[in-house]
């Protein structure tokens, strides 16, 4: 039985930044593992994704954005995850994703006020009803919020100038990802509103990024093991797998 999951969250978490040592350390385990994104994922979904941060500097409407999300997403379930995973699951597989319909459910959703159960639709009409098995839902303790969520952002700024794809959801204020962040973490709620329940987990990102993808790895050794999905190195040894590799 194949893993489908889900990294999601708002901006500055860092899902893309544990994305990456996750998928390194499953590889060298000898698991079968794809990494990927939305939007995106294939040749044709990274154009839809262009066109989309396009029609939101054009301020287009949130039910248009969202039918934009979902032909991309159909692509990249069509040519990508599914040949993956199998359309029942069936394979001996794992895909980690970078962000997925959860967060069409927040931005379009919650933000911009397309009905949850319209979203529902699109989820039975483009993806097949195909929903990961675990989601881990990335967050900074309200506390600390802007504290962090600028640091994070001075930091990504300062690091690659100019290497991230500045759209209208980066440059909200301090405010707007907060109550961002409370919809992402409201989404166990709207999925069971529109009859659908899913896997959450929850993960502070404030911590330091190899605390965060150590915590990581072990809600997924767990449904790896729950899952009976096989590599060369067992789940139980994964996050061992991890620290060694830090070591060296």
Known sequence: MSIFIGIEGGEMVGKTSIVAPIYG??????????????????????????????????????????IMFFKARKLHLDQVLIPHLGKNKEKNTIALIDRYASTTRVLQGAEGGVPQIRLRQMEDEYAHNFFPDLTILMYF?????????????????????????????????????????RHYLNLPVFYRETGVNLNFETLDASRPIEVVTKDALGIISRIIKEKSVTGKVPPEQLVSLYEAQKRR
């Open 25 to 66: 350390v499953l590889k060298s385990a000898g698991y079968e593992v794809i990494k990927s994104r939305e939007p995106g994922g294939t040749p044709e979904a990274e154009v839809i994704r262009r066109d989309i941060f396009k029609a939101l500097r054009e301020n287009v409407g949130a039910e248009e954005l969202a």
């Open 141 to 181: 303790p309200e506390n600390i919020f802007e504290k962090t969520f600028l640091e994070r952002k001075k930091f990504a700024e300062a690091a690659e100038p100019g290497s991230r794809s500045n759209t209208l959801w980066d440059e909200g204020d301090v405010e707007l990802q907060l109550m961002r962040q």
